[in-house]
């Protein structure tokens, strides 16, 4: 480990020890929004700053958070996500004999708590600089011990064979399985005042994220990786990368409206090493580029409301786009790119292509693809002391039917979140804020490669829901 990247780690270890089970997922793993006043207002934020974390939003609305001299926030959140899956496979019996269980489980794991933290410091009547640590993830713990069989597990097939969850034939590494990935971004930023109607911002985006799975030592004996040598229980690994961000505010009539555009370009990170026959790329997983559009109108001189438009460009990361197993023939597990049925590889033989195995080039990822959030908030101002907030936000799920299997992993299936907040002021230098958010359960059924229903019929199902509830504490000078 280079002095570097020692230092990042030691910087960013104290946030992600608060945070050791975190389970971000919501728009995809990325949070609808950073800071208790945006979350109340279903993410909004590239076009309507409001407290020491705007750059989250747009580096560019530092400059329009009401900043006197110095503003810092800092806060948590309790996150409540539970996830359930249902998959019935071929592994468990046979077209000619009944299945004699599914696969049928509930996550552990489901209580956690986010911090969250941002600081703007007006330098002179121009020049805003600031910092703002935000994080996003997801995190899943599965039990898949066979049912009537317990020592079912690291090739003991004392007690006979079995499967159950992805403990095919006993020869999983674990009596549970589940992946973590925790990713934090620190965010040294600056804001210019151009003229009075425009304000422009940059970030550099710093970037450590921790990874570790357990529970998946089977894949091998399935086919799908080179080696059981780093694809599962191999401890947390750590990654850190770099990327930029720049954004745009403009205020026009009278600054009642507000437009905002904010560009976070993908993230570099170092791979895990410790998993790289488990990711694409050997080991690669960079956080993807997104681009938000903004607008915030002042509707009476109490009454805000704001949207946004954001798009998550997962599709550009290979460990996360490339498709799982093949649905439609189980004897082609890997259908991507040249690892599928081609004229040189009429059999669809994975093992024919180099970099067709899981952490090769062409490896097998959870099949996801891009997705558009569309965040819509209203902020109501009381009087002096009090402000009452609502939001809505609906994010695409990321999700494929075709591609249930590896997703069972990482659930990411809501869509429609509720939210709702307020802030207390009890003095003119401090600021309580509270938010809680509802993101209302969402299934996805679909067909895996492990089936014993004709092709395309669904024998899987994933599910999600969140409930959150936070509050922050906000100082200004």
Known sequence: ??????????????????????????????????????????????????????????????????????????????????????????????????????????????????????????????????????????????????????????????????????????????????????????????????????????????????????????????????SKENVSGEGNDWSYGAGVRVGWLGKFFDDRLSLGVNYSSRVYMTKFEKYKNLFAEHGNFDIPENYTIGLAYKVTPKLTVAADIERIKYSDIASVAHPGPNVNNPGDFNPYGPCGVTPSNPNGDDDAVPGCKLGGDYGMGFGWRDSTAYKIGFNYDYNSTWSF????????????????????????????????????????????????????????SGPTAFSNLPPGVDNASISMEINTFGISFGYSL
């Open 1 to 226: 480990m280079t002095l570097l990247s020692l230092r990042l780690r030691n910087l960013c270890i104290l946030a992600l020890l608060l945070t050791p089970f975190t389970a971000y997922a919501t728009n995809g793993y990325f949070l609808i929004g950073y800071g208790a006043k945006s979350r109340s207002m279903g993410g909004v934020g590239v076009a309507y700053a409001q407290d020491g974390l705007a750059a989250a939003s747009n580096p560019a609305g530092m400059a329009d958070a009401g900043v006197s001299t110095l503003r810092i926030d800092f806060g948590g959140e309790f996150f409540n996500p539970p996830r359930s899956i249902i998959h019935s496979s071929t592994e468990l019996g046979t077209p000619d004999s009944p299945i004699p269980y599914v696969t049928n489980e509930k996550s552990g794991s489901n209580e956690f708590l986010i911090p969250s933290f941002g600081a703007i410091y007006k330098f002179n009547r121009k020049l805003y600089i600031g910092m703002t640590v935000i994080g996003n993830g997801a995190n899943t713990r599965f039990h898949q011990t066979v049912p009537g069989n317990p020592t079912c597990v690291n090739g003991d097939t004392s007690g006979g064979t079995g499967s159950y969850f992805y403990n095919f034939n006993c020869n999983a590494d674990s009596t549970t399985v589940g992946v973590q990935l925790l990713q934090m971004q620190m965010l040294p930023s600056a804001a210019f005042v151009v003229n009075k109607h425009n304000m422009v911002g940059a970030s550099l985006a710093i970037g450590v994220q921790t990874f570790r799975a357990y529970g998946l030592g089977a894949f091998q004996d399935l086919g799908f990786a080179s």
């Open 389 to 444: 907030r609502a939001g809505f936000n609906h994010g695409d799920a990321t999700i494929q039917r075709d591609q249930v299997l590896f997703n069972m992993l990482a659930p990411a299936t809501v869509e429609d979140h509720l939210t709702v907040g307020a802030s207390y002021r009890p003095s003119k230098n401090i600021e309580w804020s509270f938010n809680a958010m509802h993101a209302f359960e969402n299934t996805i």
